[in-house]
């Protein structure tokens, strides 16, 4: 709610005058305009939804906004990083929760809330499996656990629990 009033308000800026009195031809402007400022094509196409919502659902003028389309966003593939890079990145934590958090995370596939989350009762040393409760979109999902990855969680718990400490 709080992203579909501020682009409102930024096109009512735009405009100089009340919103409501927009025109396809200003909301044409308006969308060259944010493109002209380097506007990301998803905050682009956030802008397009905001306004859409306004148009349609708040004026009841779906007329206006017939000619505005989302843009595509194109859909990049994610950097790997090499072997080394991630050895890198995981010694240059600097203890073993850390390197094992880190490990975990990039091992598994985990997100960072998912790591904190974890239990000791989620490691699944004979299914080679981790258990992650409640994660995106509150669904419950098993993540692969590979042996390297399994040996050093061994490594962090017999150093926590002879600490009295977990994750």
Request: aromatic fraction near 6%; glycine fraction near 6%.
């Amino acid at each position: 709610q709080a992203g579909y009033v501020r682009v409102v308000r930024q096109f009512a800026a735009f405009l100089g005058r009340p919103p409501d009195t927009a025109t396809v031809e200003d909301l044409r402007r308006y969308q060259l305009h944010l493109v002209d400022h380097g506007i990301s094509p998803v905050s682009l196409n956030a802008a397009i939804t905001g306004l859409k919502f306004f148009f349609e659902i708040t004026l009841s003028q779906p007329e206006l906004m017939a000619r505005m389309q989302p843009v595509r966003v194109p859909r990049t593939l994610p950097v790997v990083l090499s072997p080394d890079e991630v050895a890198r990145l995981i010694a240059a934590a600097g203890n073993l929760k850390h390197q094992t958090a880190l490990s975990v995370a990039y091992g598994a596939g985990l997100r960072a809330s998912e790591v904190v989350a974890l239990k000791v009762g989620d490691v699944d040393s004979q299914r080679m499996t981790l258990r992650i409760e409640q994660g995106k979109g509150r669904r419950d999902r098993y993540a692969m656990l590979s042996p390297v990855l399994l040996e050093r969680l061994r490594v962090w718990w017999r150093v926590a629990h002879a600490q009295g400490r977990m994750l």
